[in-house]
Protein backbone atom coordinates (compact mmCIF):
# COMPACT_ATOMS: atom_id res chain seq x y z
CA UNK A 1 0.00 0.00 0.00
CA UNK A 2 1.53 3.26 -1.31
CA UNK A 3 -0.07 5.51 1.57
CA UNK A 4 0.35 5.95 4.78
CA UNK A 5 -2.10 2.83 6.53
CA UNK A 6 -4.33 3.53 9.62
CA UNK A 7 -4.85 1.05 13.05
CA UNK A 8 -7.19 1.68 15.53
CA UNK A 9 -5.43 1.07 19.22
CA UNK A 10 -6.46 -2.60 20.00
CA UNK A 11 -6.17 -2.31 23.85
CA UNK A 12 -8.12 0.89 24.30
CA UNK A 13 -10.77 0.40 21.30
CA UNK A 14 -12.69 -1.35 18.15
CA UNK A 15 -12.81 0.64 15.05
CA UNK A 16 -16.30 1.61 15.03
CA UNK A 17 -15.59 3.94 17.88
CA UNK A 18 -13.25 5.30 15.22
CA UNK A 19 -15.28 5.30 12.74
CA UNK A 20 -18.35 6.82 14.63
CA UNK A 21 -15.80 9.91 15.71
CA UNK A 22 -14.38 10.28 12.37
CA UNK A 23 -17.79 10.50 10.65
CA UNK A 24 -18.86 12.82 13.41
CA UNK A 25 -15.96 15.31 12.54
CA UNK A 26 -17.11 14.81 9.16
CA UNK A 27 -20.91 15.23 9.74
CA UNK A 28 -19.67 19.00 11.48
CA UNK A 29 -17.55 20.08 8.19
CA UNK A 30 -20.55 19.20 5.86
CA UNK A 31 -22.99 20.47 7.98
CA UNK A 32 -21.09 24.10 7.85
CA UNK A 33 -21.77 24.10 3.80
CA UNK A 34 -25.36 24.97 4.48
CA UNK A 35 -25.90 26.06 8.14
CA UNK A 36 -25.26 29.26 7.82
CA UNK A 37 -27.32 29.89 4.76
CA UNK A 38 -30.34 30.84 6.88
CA UNK A 39 -28.59 32.73 9.56
CA UNK A 40 -27.36 35.16 7.16
CA UNK A 41 -30.00 37.81 7.69
CA UNK A 42 -29.08 37.70 11.47
CA UNK A 43 -25.22 38.06 10.36
CA UNK A 44 -26.55 40.91 8.17
CA UNK A 45 -28.05 42.75 10.82
CA UNK A 46 -25.55 41.77 13.82
CA UNK A 47 -22.84 43.23 12.01
CA UNK A 48 -24.36 45.56 10.35
CA UNK A 49 -23.52 44.81 6.38
CA UNK A 50 -25.94 44.09 3.67
CA UNK A 51 -27.42 40.64 2.91
CA UNK A 52 -25.37 41.03 -0.15
CA UNK A 53 -22.26 41.30 1.79
CA UNK A 54 -23.16 38.92 4.13
CA UNK A 55 -23.92 36.33 1.81
CA UNK A 56 -19.73 36.19 1.33
CA UNK A 57 -19.97 33.70 4.80
CA UNK A 58 -20.95 30.99 2.52
CA UNK A 59 -18.73 31.83 -0.54
CA UNK A 60 -15.80 32.15 1.28
CA UNK A 61 -16.23 28.74 2.98
CA UNK A 62 -17.31 26.96 -0.41
CA UNK A 63 -14.26 28.73 -2.13
CA UNK A 64 -11.43 27.60 0.36
CA UNK A 65 -13.09 23.98 0.60
CA UNK A 66 -12.57 23.28 -3.39
CA UNK A 67 -9.06 24.63 -3.26
CA UNK A 68 -8.03 22.56 0.03
CA UNK A 69 -9.76 19.20 -1.47
CA UNK A 70 -7.46 19.25 -4.75
CA UNK A 71 -4.07 19.25 -2.27
CA UNK A 72 -5.70 16.99 0.36
CA UNK A 73 -4.11 13.70 -1.29
CA UNK A 74 -0.71 14.70 -1.46
CA UNK A 75 -0.57 16.13 1.93
CA UNK A 76 -2.11 13.47 3.32
CA UNK A 77 0.64 10.97 1.79
CA UNK A 78 3.27 13.73 2.96
CA UNK A 79 2.29 13.97 6.93
CA UNK A 80 0.61 11.18 7.47
CA UNK A 81 -3.12 10.57 7.45
CA UNK A 82 -3.61 10.63 11.14
CA UNK A 83 -2.03 13.92 11.52
CA UNK A 84 -3.36 15.45 8.83
CA UNK A 85 -6.47 14.64 9.98
CA UNK A 86 -5.66 16.16 13.05
CA UNK A 87 -4.14 19.24 11.38
CA UNK A 88 -7.34 19.98 9.82
CA UNK A 89 -9.89 18.99 12.41
CA UNK A 90 -7.94 21.77 14.67
CA UNK A 91 -7.71 24.70 12.01
CA UNK A 92 -11.77 24.13 11.74
CA UNK A 93 -12.27 23.94 15.40
CA UNK A 94 -10.43 26.57 16.30
CA UNK A 95 -11.59 28.96 13.16
CA UNK A 96 -15.43 27.70 14.19
CA UNK A 97 -14.47 29.25 17.21
CA UNK A 98 -12.68 32.44 16.00
CA UNK A 99 -15.91 32.78 13.65
CA UNK A 100 -18.35 33.24 16.58
CA UNK A 101 -16.25 35.86 18.37
CA UNK A 102 -15.85 37.59 14.78
CA UNK A 103 -15.80 41.72 15.62
CA UNK A 104 -16.65 42.54 12.12
CA UNK A 105 -17.69 41.04 8.72
CA UNK A 106 -13.90 40.99 7.56
CA UNK A 107 -12.42 39.31 10.44
CA UNK A 108 -15.70 36.58 9.68
CA UNK A 109 -14.55 36.27 6.28
CA UNK A 110 -10.90 35.62 6.92
CA UNK A 111 -12.31 33.12 9.79
CA UNK A 112 -14.60 31.33 7.41
CA UNK A 113 -11.82 30.59 4.72
CA UNK A 114 -9.53 29.02 7.38
CA UNK A 115 -12.66 27.12 8.15
CA UNK A 116 -12.98 25.90 4.94
CA UNK A 117 -9.35 25.13 4.43
CA UNK A 118 -9.79 23.11 7.64
CA UNK A 119 -12.80 21.10 6.50
CA UNK A 120 -12.01 20.69 2.46
CA UNK A 121 -8.92 18.43 3.73
CA UNK A 122 -11.23 16.18 6.40
CA UNK A 123 -14.06 14.61 4.58
CA UNK A 124 -11.40 12.40 1.42
CA UNK A 125 -8.93 11.66 4.34
CA UNK A 126 -11.81 10.55 6.67
CA UNK A 127 -13.03 8.38 3.41
CA UNK A 128 -9.29 6.77 3.39
CA UNK A 129 -9.10 6.22 7.10
CA UNK A 130 -11.91 4.33 7.37
CA UNK A 131 -10.81 2.16 4.31
CA UNK A 132 -7.81 1.28 6.25
CA UNK A 133 -9.82 0.57 9.26
CA UNK A 134 -12.15 -2.22 8.37
CA UNK A 135 -11.35 -5.32 6.48
CA UNK A 136 -13.16 -5.41 2.98
CA UNK A 137 -16.22 -7.87 4.44
CA UNK A 138 -16.99 -4.40 6.87
CA UNK A 139 -16.11 -1.51 4.72
CA UNK A 140 -19.74 -1.28 3.41
CA UNK A 141 -21.45 -0.94 6.48
CA UNK A 142 -18.26 1.47 7.51
CA UNK A 143 -18.88 3.88 4.44
CA UNK A 144 -22.87 3.86 5.33
CA UNK A 145 -22.06 5.32 8.58
CA UNK A 146 -19.75 7.96 6.42
CA UNK A 147 -22.14 8.06 4.22
CA UNK A 148 -25.33 9.04 6.28
CA UNK A 149 -23.14 12.08 7.84
CA UNK A 150 -22.57 13.35 4.35
CA UNK A 151 -25.76 13.44 3.07
CA UNK A 152 -27.90 13.91 6.15
CA UNK A 153 -25.48 16.92 7.08
CA UNK A 154 -26.71 19.23 4.85
CA UNK A 155 -30.27 18.58 5.72
CA UNK A 156 -29.68 19.07 9.16
CA UNK A 157 -28.06 22.26 8.74
CA UNK A 158 -30.69 24.87 7.48
CA UNK A 159 -32.95 23.24 10.44
CA UNK A 160 -30.31 23.53 13.21
CA UNK A 161 -29.01 27.11 12.07
CA UNK A 162 -32.37 28.24 11.58
CA UNK A 163 -33.21 27.01 15.35
CA UNK A 164 -29.88 28.41 17.09
CA UNK A 165 -30.31 31.73 14.90
CA UNK A 166 -33.92 32.25 16.19
CA UNK A 167 -33.84 30.93 19.83
CA UNK A 168 -30.09 31.70 21.03
CA UNK A 169 -27.52 33.87 18.27
CA UNK A 170 -26.66 33.38 14.94
CA UNK A 171 -23.05 33.03 16.57
CA UNK A 172 -23.70 29.44 17.72
CA UNK A 173 -24.01 28.43 14.25
CA UNK A 174 -20.04 28.23 14.43
CA UNK A 175 -19.45 27.64 18.00
CA UNK A 176 -21.72 24.64 18.12
CA UNK A 177 -18.68 23.17 15.91
CA UNK A 178 -16.16 23.65 19.03
CA UNK A 179 -16.96 21.14 22.02
CA UNK A 180 -17.67 18.15 19.51
CA UNK A 181 -14.19 19.20 17.65
CA UNK A 182 -12.25 19.21 20.84
CA UNK A 183 -14.10 16.15 21.50
CA UNK A 184 -13.17 14.47 18.24
CA UNK A 185 -9.57 15.66 18.52
CA UNK A 186 -8.52 14.35 22.28
CA UNK A 187 -10.21 11.13 21.43
CA UNK A 188 -8.81 10.60 17.64
CA UNK A 189 -4.98 11.29 18.77
CA UNK A 190 -5.46 8.54 21.79
CA UNK A 191 -7.08 6.22 19.89
CA UNK A 192 -5.84 6.16 16.25
CA UNK A 193 -2.50 4.53 15.55
CA UNK A 194 -0.37 4.98 12.34
CA UNK A 195 1.39 1.30 11.93
CA UNK A 196 5.04 1.34 11.42
CA UNK A 197 4.99 0.44 8.27
CA UNK A 198 2.99 3.85 7.13
CA UNK A 199 5.28 5.87 9.51
CA UNK A 200 8.57 4.37 7.18
CA UNK A 201 6.17 5.32 4.29
CA UNK A 202 5.66 9.10 5.21
CA UNK A 203 9.07 9.38 5.78
CA UNK A 204 10.01 7.59 1.79
CA UNK A 205 7.21 9.80 0.56
CA UNK A 206 9.24 12.93 2.14
CA UNK A 207 11.98 12.36 0.70
CA UNK A 208 10.64 11.36 -3.12
CA UNK A 209 8.75 13.34 -5.06
CA UNK A 210 7.83 17.03 -4.80
CA UNK A 211 4.52 18.87 -4.88
CA UNK A 212 3.06 19.85 -8.13
CA UNK A 213 2.83 23.43 -7.32
CA UNK A 214 1.81 24.89 -10.61
CA UNK A 215 -0.52 21.84 -11.03
CA UNK A 216 -2.47 23.04 -7.59
CA UNK A 217 -2.59 26.77 -8.31
CA UNK A 218 -4.13 25.88 -12.01
CA UNK A 219 -6.77 23.46 -10.32
CA UNK A 220 -7.02 25.79 -7.38
CA UNK A 221 -7.64 28.93 -9.36
CA UNK A 222 -9.75 26.89 -12.04
CA UNK A 223 -12.45 25.81 -8.78
CA UNK A 224 -11.88 28.60 -6.69
CA UNK A 225 -13.02 31.33 -9.51
CA UNK A 226 -15.78 28.75 -10.54
CA UNK A 227 -17.20 28.15 -7.01
CA UNK A 228 -17.21 32.29 -7.01
CA UNK A 229 -19.48 32.26 -10.44
CA UNK A 230 -21.39 29.79 -9.07
CA UNK A 231 -21.94 31.19 -6.37
CA UNK A 232 -22.60 35.37 -6.96
CA UNK A 233 -23.54 34.98 -10.50
CA UNK A 234 -27.23 35.69 -9.96
CA UNK A 235 -26.95 37.74 -7.16
CA UNK A 236 -24.47 39.99 -9.36
CA UNK A 237 -26.37 40.04 -12.77
CA UNK A 238 -24.15 37.15 -14.20
CA UNK A 239 -21.79 38.67 -17.85
CA UNK A 240 -23.78 41.85 -16.83
CA UNK A 241 -20.94 42.12 -14.02
CA UNK A 242 -17.60 42.83 -14.94
CA UNK A 243 -16.68 41.07 -11.37
CA UNK A 244 -18.25 38.15 -12.72
CA UNK A 245 -16.79 37.96 -16.39
CA UNK A 246 -13.19 38.94 -14.71
CA UNK A 247 -13.88 35.41 -12.41
CA UNK A 248 -15.38 33.57 -15.26
CA UNK A 249 -12.21 34.41 -17.91
CA UNK A 250 -9.44 33.58 -14.98
CA UNK A 251 -11.69 30.62 -14.22
CA UNK A 252 -11.74 29.12 -18.17
CA UNK A 253 -7.70 30.58 -18.60
CA UNK A 254 -6.81 28.25 -15.54
CA UNK A 255 -9.18 25.35 -16.82
CA UNK A 256 -7.71 25.69 -20.08
CA UNK A 257 -3.63 25.49 -19.03
CA UNK A 258 -4.48 22.93 -16.50
CA UNK A 259 -5.04 20.25 -19.23
CA UNK A 260 -1.70 20.12 -20.83
CA UNK A 261 0.33 20.95 -17.69
CA UNK A 262 -1.53 17.75 -16.16
CA UNK A 263 -1.00 15.16 -19.13
CA UNK A 264 2.74 15.73 -19.17
CA UNK A 265 3.96 15.49 -15.72
CA UNK A 266 4.92 12.70 -13.60
CA UNK A 267 3.28 13.20 -10.70
CA UNK A 268 0.54 15.73 -11.64
CA UNK A 269 -2.14 17.02 -8.67
CA UNK A 270 -4.82 16.03 -10.40
CA UNK A 271 -4.14 12.95 -12.68
CA UNK A 272 -6.52 13.89 -15.52
CA UNK A 273 -5.89 10.80 -17.05
CA UNK A 274 -7.78 8.74 -14.60
CA UNK A 275 -10.55 11.81 -14.70
CA UNK A 276 -11.14 10.62 -18.26
CA UNK A 277 -11.51 6.82 -18.24
CA UNK A 278 -14.81 5.61 -18.92
CA UNK A 279 -15.03 3.95 -15.22
CA UNK A 280 -13.97 6.97 -12.90
CA UNK A 281 -14.80 9.39 -15.34
CA UNK A 282 -18.58 8.68 -15.23
CA UNK A 283 -18.71 8.04 -11.49
CA UNK A 284 -17.35 11.45 -11.08
CA UNK A 285 -20.03 12.78 -13.51
CA UNK A 286 -22.83 11.26 -11.45
CA UNK A 287 -21.76 12.32 -8.47
CA UNK A 288 -21.91 16.05 -9.69
CA UNK A 289 -25.50 15.24 -10.82
CA UNK A 290 -25.83 13.56 -7.03
CA UNK A 291 -24.21 16.60 -5.41
CA UNK A 292 -26.59 19.22 -7.35
CA UNK A 293 -30.22 17.23 -6.69
CA UNK A 294 -28.95 16.84 -2.96
CA UNK A 295 -28.08 20.52 -1.92
CA UNK A 296 -30.51 21.64 -4.53
CA UNK A 297 -33.39 20.27 -3.38
CA UNK A 298 -32.40 21.00 0.23
CA UNK A 299 -31.87 24.65 0.01
CA UNK A 300 -34.91 25.48 -2.36
CA UNK A 301 -37.97 23.34 -0.99
CA UNK A 302 -37.61 24.79 2.58
CA UNK A 303 -37.44 27.87 0.58
CA UNK A 304 -40.45 27.37 -1.40
CA UNK A 305 -42.74 26.33 1.61
CA UNK A 306 -41.62 29.77 3.78
CA UNK A 307 -42.42 32.05 0.96
CA UNK A 308 -45.54 29.99 -0.59
CA UNK A 309 -47.02 27.96 2.36
CA UNK A 310 -46.50 30.18 5.07
CA UNK A 311 -44.46 27.74 6.65
CA UNK A 312 -41.63 28.60 10.03
CA UNK A 313 -38.25 27.76 9.75
CA UNK A 314 -38.47 25.03 12.40
CA UNK A 315 -41.20 23.65 10.09
CA UNK A 316 -39.73 23.84 6.68
CA UNK A 317 -36.85 21.91 8.54
CA UNK A 318 -39.33 19.65 10.28
CA UNK A 319 -39.98 18.72 6.31
CA UNK A 320 -37.39 17.64 5.48
CA UNK A 321 -36.29 15.43 8.65
CA UNK A 322 -39.00 12.65 7.64
CA UNK A 323 -36.30 12.01 4.24
CA UNK A 324 -33.16 12.39 6.49
CA UNK A 325 -34.17 9.39 8.61
CA UNK A 326 -35.23 7.59 5.41
CA UNK A 327 -31.60 8.42 4.37
CA UNK A 328 -30.15 6.91 7.39
CA UNK A 329 -31.76 3.75 7.36
CA UNK A 330 -31.10 3.11 3.90
CA UNK A 331 -27.43 3.56 4.15
CA UNK A 332 -27.11 0.35 6.26
CA UNK A 333 -29.75 -1.21 3.74
CA UNK A 334 -27.65 -0.70 0.99
CA UNK A 335 -24.41 -1.09 2.74
CA UNK A 336 -25.35 -4.52 2.53
CA UNK A 337 -26.98 -4.58 -1.10
CA UNK A 338 -23.55 -3.35 -2.36
CA UNK A 339 -21.85 -5.96 -1.92
CA UNK A 340 -24.30 -8.46 -3.87
CA UNK A 341 -25.67 -6.60 -6.81
CA UNK A 342 -23.60 -4.40 -9.14
CA UNK A 343 -23.08 -0.50 -8.64
CA UNK A 344 -24.33 0.32 -12.23
CA UNK A 345 -28.08 -1.35 -11.63
CA UNK A 346 -27.97 0.36 -8.20
CA UNK A 347 -27.24 3.32 -9.56
CA UNK A 348 -30.07 3.62 -12.41
CA UNK A 349 -32.53 2.59 -9.59
CA UNK A 350 -31.95 5.43 -7.30
CA UNK A 351 -31.59 7.47 -9.79
CA UNK A 352 -34.76 6.56 -11.53
CA UNK A 353 -36.29 6.77 -7.60
CA UNK A 354 -34.59 10.57 -7.88
CA UNK A 355 -36.71 11.55 -10.81
CA UNK A 356 -39.71 10.15 -9.31
CA UNK A 357 -39.42 11.95 -6.45
CA UNK A 358 -38.96 15.50 -8.38
CA UNK A 359 -41.64 14.65 -10.65
CA UNK A 360 -44.03 14.33 -7.80
CA UNK A 361 -43.34 18.11 -7.04
CA UNK A 362 -43.77 19.32 -10.45
CA UNK A 363 -47.37 18.88 -9.75
CA UNK A 364 -46.59 22.10 -6.66
CA UNK A 365 -49.88 23.98 -5.96
CA UNK A 366 -51.52 26.10 -2.84
CA UNK A 367 -53.44 23.42 -1.04
CA UNK A 368 -50.61 20.65 -0.86
CA UNK A 369 -50.54 19.36 2.88
CA UNK A 370 -47.35 18.67 4.78
CA UNK A 371 -47.24 14.85 4.36
CA UNK A 372 -47.59 15.67 0.29
CA UNK A 373 -44.32 16.90 0.22
CA UNK A 374 -42.44 14.72 3.29
CA UNK A 375 -43.50 11.99 0.89
CA UNK A 376 -41.54 13.06 -1.85
CA UNK A 377 -38.29 13.72 0.14
CA UNK A 378 -38.85 10.39 1.75
CA UNK A 379 -38.59 8.89 -1.72
CA UNK A 380 -35.35 10.88 -2.24
CA UNK A 381 -34.23 9.61 0.71
CA UNK A 382 -34.66 6.48 -0.51
CA UNK A 383 -33.00 7.37 -4.07
CA UNK A 384 -29.58 9.49 -2.90
CA UNK A 385 -28.41 6.19 -0.93
CA UNK A 386 -28.30 3.87 -3.80
CA UNK A 387 -26.20 6.43 -6.06
CA UNK A 388 -23.89 7.26 -2.86
CA UNK A 389 -22.51 4.31 -1.86
CA UNK A 390 -22.30 2.00 -5.03
CA UNK A 391 -20.58 5.09 -6.85
CA UNK A 392 -17.67 4.93 -4.32
CA UNK A 393 -17.53 1.10 -5.01
CA UNK A 394 -17.62 2.07 -9.14
CA UNK A 395 -15.40 4.69 -9.18
CA UNK A 396 -12.37 3.07 -7.07
CA UNK A 397 -12.94 0.27 -9.37
CA UNK A 398 -9.53 -0.55 -11.55
CA UNK A 399 -7.18 2.73 -9.30
CA UNK A 400 -4.13 1.82 -8.14
CA UNK A 401 -4.08 2.02 -4.74
CA UNK A 402 -1.52 4.58 -4.83
CA UNK A 403 -4.25 6.92 -6.87
CA UNK A 404 -7.08 6.50 -4.36
CA UNK A 405 -5.89 9.01 -2.20
CA UNK A 406 -6.52 11.53 -5.02
CA UNK A 407 -9.33 9.53 -6.15
CA UNK A 408 -11.08 9.92 -2.38
CA UNK A 409 -10.55 13.98 -3.36
CA UNK A 410 -11.56 14.31 -6.42
CA UNK A 411 -15.16 12.64 -5.72
CA UNK A 412 -15.92 14.87 -3.29
CA UNK A 413 -14.69 18.32 -5.00
CA UNK A 414 -17.33 16.76 -7.61
CA UNK A 415 -19.87 15.99 -4.81
CA UNK A 416 -19.12 20.06 -3.43
CA UNK A 417 -18.85 21.61 -7.35
CA UNK A 418 -21.81 19.53 -8.40
CA UNK A 419 -23.64 21.03 -5.20
CA UNK A 420 -23.32 24.82 -5.96
CA UNK A 421 -23.88 23.90 -10.10
CA UNK A 422 -27.28 22.89 -8.65
CA UNK A 423 -28.01 25.30 -6.64
CA UNK A 424 -26.89 28.02 -9.14
CA UNK A 425 -28.93 26.48 -11.83
CA UNK A 426 -32.45 26.32 -9.89
CA UNK A 427 -31.72 29.85 -9.03
CA UNK A 428 -31.59 30.81 -12.43
CA UNK A 429 -34.51 28.82 -13.65
CA UNK A 430 -36.50 29.87 -10.84
CA UNK A 431 -35.84 33.64 -11.20
CA UNK A 432 -36.12 33.63 -14.99
CA UNK A 433 -38.98 31.58 -15.21
CA UNK A 434 -41.12 33.35 -12.09
CA UNK A 435 -40.65 36.57 -14.46
CA UNK A 436 -41.85 34.83 -17.59
CA UNK A 437 -44.63 33.14 -15.75
CA UNK A 438 -45.89 36.33 -14.36
CA UNK A 439 -45.89 38.21 -16.98
CA UNK A 440 -47.87 35.65 -19.42
CA UNK A 441 -50.55 35.70 -16.48
CA UNK A 442 -50.30 39.54 -16.25
CA UNK A 443 -51.72 39.84 -19.91
CA UNK A 444 -54.39 37.51 -18.76
CA UNK A 445 -55.49 40.02 -15.77
CA UNK A 446 -57.52 42.67 -17.91
CA UNK A 447 -59.91 45.11 -16.15
CA UNK A 448 -62.06 44.82 -19.17
CA UNK A 449 -62.60 40.85 -18.95
CA UNK A 450 -65.53 39.44 -17.40
CA UNK A 451 -63.64 36.75 -15.41
CA UNK A 452 -61.32 39.51 -13.63
CA UNK A 453 -64.89 41.70 -13.12
CA UNK A 454 -66.35 38.84 -11.60
CA UNK A 455 -63.38 37.56 -9.61
CA UNK A 456 -62.85 41.91 -8.05
CA UNK A 457 -66.59 41.67 -7.00
CA UNK A 458 -66.48 38.70 -5.36
CA UNK A 459 -62.99 39.64 -3.30
CA UNK A 460 -64.45 43.23 -2.80
CA UNK A 461 -67.90 41.54 -1.33
CA UNK A 462 -66.03 39.52 1.10
CA UNK A 463 -63.89 42.36 2.21
CA UNK A 464 -67.09 44.98 2.86
CA UNK A 465 -68.29 41.78 5.15
CA UNK A 466 -65.79 41.39 6.82
CA UNK A 467 -65.77 45.88 7.93
CA UNK A 468 -63.67 47.33 5.37
CA UNK A 469 -65.44 50.26 3.82
CA UNK A 470 -66.34 50.06 -0.29
CA UNK A 471 -63.19 51.98 -1.12
CA UNK A 472 -61.12 49.99 1.14
CA UNK A 473 -62.44 46.54 -0.28
CA UNK A 474 -62.11 47.68 -3.71
CA UNK A 475 -57.82 48.20 -3.12
CA UNK A 476 -57.72 45.28 -1.25
CA UNK A 477 -59.50 43.05 -3.14
CA UNK A 478 -57.10 43.89 -6.32
CA UNK A 479 -54.20 43.55 -3.77
CA UNK A 480 -55.59 40.38 -3.33
CA UNK A 481 -55.38 39.95 -7.01
CA UNK A 482 -51.97 40.85 -7.80
CA UNK A 483 -50.70 38.67 -4.52
CA UNK A 484 -52.42 35.68 -6.31
CA UNK A 485 -51.13 36.14 -9.86
CA UNK A 486 -47.41 36.52 -7.77
CA UNK A 487 -48.27 33.28 -5.96
CA UNK A 488 -49.25 31.33 -8.95
CA UNK A 489 -45.85 32.54 -11.21
CA UNK A 490 -44.23 31.40 -8.05
CA UNK A 491 -45.69 27.79 -8.06
CA UNK A 492 -44.92 27.47 -12.07
CA UNK A 493 -41.56 28.92 -11.31
CA UNK A 494 -40.75 26.35 -8.90
CA UNK A 495 -42.43 23.55 -10.94
CA UNK A 496 -40.07 24.49 -14.03
CA UNK A 497 -37.34 23.87 -11.48
CA UNK A 498 -38.42 20.20 -10.66
CA UNK A 499 -38.38 19.45 -13.64
CA UNK A 500 -35.06 20.53 -14.27
CA UNK A 501 -33.68 18.58 -11.49
CA UNK A 502 -35.98 15.35 -12.61
CA UNK A 503 -34.08 16.14 -16.24
CA UNK A 504 -30.39 15.87 -13.99
CA UNK A 505 -31.42 12.70 -11.98
CA UNK A 506 -31.96 10.74 -15.08
CA UNK A 507 -29.14 12.20 -16.72
CA UNK A 508 -27.09 9.11 -14.41
CA UNK A 509 -29.18 6.63 -15.92
CA UNK A 510 -26.67 6.83 -19.19
CA UNK A 511 -23.72 6.99 -17.52
CA UNK A 512 -24.51 4.37 -15.17
CA UNK A 513 -24.84 1.85 -17.89
CA UNK A 514 -21.52 3.11 -19.31
CA UNK A 515 -20.11 1.37 -15.82
CA UNK A 516 -18.32 -1.70 -16.44
CA UNK A 517 -19.01 -4.60 -13.70
CA UNK A 518 -17.24 -4.81 -10.56
CA UNK A 519 -15.65 -7.88 -9.25
CA UNK A 520 -18.42 -8.40 -6.10
CA UNK A 521 -17.95 -9.96 -2.50
CA UNK A 522 -17.72 -7.63 0.17
CA UNK A 523 -15.38 -4.65 -0.51
CA UNK A 524 -16.89 -1.03 -0.72
CA UNK A 525 -13.49 0.41 -1.41
CA UNK A 526 -12.33 3.87 -0.98
CA UNK A 527 -9.61 5.61 -0.79
CA UNK A 528 -6.70 3.71 0.74
Not at 36 to 60: F, K, R
Not at 65 to 81: C, D, E, H, P, W
Not at 232 to 261: C, H, K, N, Q, Y
Not at 483 to 512: E, R
Request: charged letters at 10%; proline letters at 4%.
Amino acid sequence: MNSASIQAEPALTNPWLIAVLVALASFMEVLDTTIANVALPYIAGGMGVSEDEASWVVTTYLVANAIVLTASSYLARMLGRKTFFLICLGLFTLSSLLSGFAPNLNALLLFRIMQGVGGGGMVPVAQSILADLFPPAKRGQAFALFGVAVVVAPVVGPTLGGWLSDNISWQWCFLINVPVGVIAMALISLLLQESPTARAEVRRLQQGQGFDVIGFVLVATFLGALEVVLDRGLEDDWFGSSFIVTFAVISGLAFVLMIPWGLTRRNPIIDLRMVASRQFGASFLVMLATGAILLATTQFLPQLVQQDFGYTATWAGLLLSPGGVVTMAMMFVVGRVAAKVQPKYLIMTGAVLIALSMYSMTNVYGDLGFWFMARSRMLLGVGLPLIFIPIMTASYDGIPSSKTDQASALINAARNTGGSIGVSIVSNVLTHREQFHQNRLIEQVTPSSTAYQDTLQQITSYFTAHGSSLAQAHDQAIQWIGAQVQVQASFLGYMDAFWVLMLISLSAVPLALTLRKIKLGGPVHAGH
